[in-house]
DNA sequence: ATGTTATAGTTTCATTTGTAACTAATGGCA
DNA sequence: TGCCATTAGTTACAAATGAAACTATAACAT
C-alpha cells in the first residue's frame, strides 16, 4: 500500500521506515544512558553493561561475558581492562582453563553497582512512563519476535 | 517488583532491562540493513539515509537534510561529499543563499534509489512478517511515545 | 555603511570502533 | 608423546565518528 503511487513514481517516507525509527528511537535512549553513566560515575556503556552482568553473575570469564552482553570480544576486552584499571573488577586465574580468566566485581565495583542499578531503572520507569499499561510488555514480546526474525537474517 | 529482592541484593538483570534490549535488537537490524545497502550498492546508511530522503524531497539544503535523517551536520556533509563523488547526487548553486547549495538525486541516484527502495521495503517485510498483525502499528505507536519522552530527557 | 553576531557547510584532529593478526593454552588424534 | 586444529584473550592497525576550529555568507543593529 505504500510501495507505489498510481503515477509509477517511488513512494518512500523514511518517518515510516520502521528500521529508521527503531534506529533514531534507540540512539536517542542510548544517548541519555551514555551521558547518565558518563557524568555520575565516569563509564561507558560497555563498561556498565559487564558491571551490569557481573552484578547478577560471577564469577564469569571474558567468553561468557561476550554472549550476555551481546558485545564482540574486542569490545568485552576493553571494557574489563579499563574496569580493572579503576578497581571495580577482579580478574583471578581460571584453574580449570588457564587461557581465560575469572571475572567478578571487586567490593568498590560492587558499591558502584547497588547506586547505579536504580538509577538505570529510574530511567528506564521514566521511559516507560509515557505508555499505556501492558505496551512495556508488548513492545517486550515484539522485540523479542523481530531478535529472532533478524537473527535468521543476519545469518543468510 | 523487579527491583529488589527480599534479602536487600539487588536483582537487576539485564536481559529484562528495556533500554539494552531495544539497542541489541536495533543494532542487529541495523547490522543486517547496512550489509545490504553495501553489499549491492556500496552505500553506508548515513548515504543511504540521504538517498532516502532526497528520493522524496527535493531539492534540500544539507540543513534540511540533517533534520530529516535526524543526524548531525558533519555526518550529512561526508554522506553527501561522497553520493556527489559517485555520480549519485547533483549539488545546485542556491539562488536564496549561497552559503548553503541545494541537493537533489543525480539521475544515476534516481536509478539506483528505485532499485534500493523495494529491496528495502522487503527487508523490512521480512523483519514484520514474525508480528501479528496490529503489532506493527502498536509498535510505532509505543516508538512515538518513547520518542516524545526521551527527546525530554536528553534535553533535560 | 559598517561592525557584530549568527548560520551553512567543510575540514581538522582526537577518540572510538571494528577487523584482522597475534600469543598463549587446550583438545583431539595419529 | 607430538603435531595440528581450535579457542581465549590481547594488540595493532585502519576506518568511522564527533567536537571544535575554520571559511564564507547572511542578518541585524547601530
Redesign the interface.
Known sequence: MR?RDDGGA?????DD??????????N??????A?RYSEAFGLTIPEW?VM??L??FAPLTANQLCR???MDKVKVSRAVASLVAAGHVRKQANPVDRRSTLLRLAPKGRRT??RI??Q??D??A??????APG??D???A??A???????D??RA
Chains 1, 2 share one sequence.
Do not use: M, W
Not at 517511488?10 to 523514511?14: G, K, N, P, S, V
Not at 536517542?28 to 544512558?33: D, G, M, N, R, V
Not at 521514566?126 to 505508555?131: I, M
Open positions: 510501495q517511488i513512494d518512500f517516507a523514511l521506515f520502521l528500521p529508521y525509527r527503531l534506529s533514531i528511537v534507540t536517542h535512549i542510548s544517548q541519555a544512558f551521558r553493561r551490569a552482568v552484578g547478577n550476555r552482553t551481546a553497582y547497588r542499578v536504580p538505570a531503572l530511567l528506564e521514566a521511559l516507560t512512563a509515557a505508555l505496551d512495556r508488548a513492545l517486550a515484539t522485540l519476535k523481530l531478535e529472532a526474525c533478524v537473527a537474517l543476519v
